[in-house]
């Protein structure tokens, strides 16, 4: 109990004294996550939308497919992006592997079957009813599918904000990417690990203190959106 006492005023002085590692660290946590789940919503939301709109029977196999990359262990998107990017991989002549961009790659890896398949709920959950209205208000195809859209943009919301969890609290992946290298891939995630493992309980826990409120202020910011649009 006194370690974890001791790791909230760690927490506390670290972010008092605009300590310039942690900074860097925390900067470059931030915009590794929201790169990727920017890029995961661009590419998540139209083919959730897409699969969604479309009869189940026809889309069993691809949704099949999304709900298991949906619970694909970290390590192993790490490894598959790792033998993707490294030199004798097919992308190997772009030297991506142990950059922040690597990392981006591997977080969109895990974040965009999230956003896909949670979409694709959100959007069949209400997608035949307001289709229906839709049509029957002489609506075609294309105003209808942007009517469905719309109307589950909460649900879909939902499905960015769950993706944004997973990414910021990533560590297997990114390490395995981004090699941990001090002031270039080292994030709060693998920073953690770092100093758990040399002994450093008290910045660990101050660490992950951070992450926590990190995280709680983004999503409670989306949540709120959410939980305000539902109630108009």
């Known amino acids: 109990m006194s370690r ?12 008092i004294s605009f300590d310039p590692d942690l900074l860097t660290i925390v900067l470059l946590s931030l915009r590794v996550s929201l790169t ?17 709109l479309k009869s189940e029977k026809k889309t069993r196999f691809f949704n099949k497919l999304i709900f298991t990359f949906m619970g694909m262990p970290p390590v192993v998107a790490g490894l598959i992006i790792f033998l993707i990017l490294s030199r004798q991989g097919p992308l190997g002549v772009l030297s991506l592997l142990y950059t922040p961009t690597a990392m981006v ?15 694709t709920v959100g959007i069949r ?33 939902g499905a960015v904000i769950t ?18 290298i ?13 100093e758990t493992r040399k002994g450093n309980f008290e910045l660990a826990i101050g660490l992950g203190l951070i992450l926590l409120m990190i995280s709680f202020i ?6 709120s959106i959410q939980r305000g649009g539902e109630n108009n």
């Open 105 to 119: 790659i591997a977080q969109v890896f895990l974040a965009s079957p999230i956003v896909i398949g949670l979409t």
């Open 36 to 52: 990727a789940i920017i890029i995961s919503t661009l590419i998540g939301v139209p083919l959730g939308a897409l699969l969604g």
């Open 182 to 194: 001090e002031g270039h891939t080292r994030v709060m995630t693998t920073a953690i690990v770092l």
């Open 125 to 157: 959950a209400k997608g035949s009813v307001v289709e229906e209205v839709a049509r029957s208000l002489g609506a075609g195809p294309t105003l209808t599918a942007w009517t469905v859209i719309k109307e589950s943009r909460f649900a879909i919301l």
């Open 4 to 15: 974890l006492y001791e790791g909230f005023l760690e927490a506390i002085r670290l972010i």
């Open 218 to 223: 983004v999503n409670s910011v989306l949540y």
């Open 163 to 180: 993706g944004f969890s997973r990414v910021v609290a990533e560590v297997g992946a990114v390490m395995i990417v981004g090699g941990n």
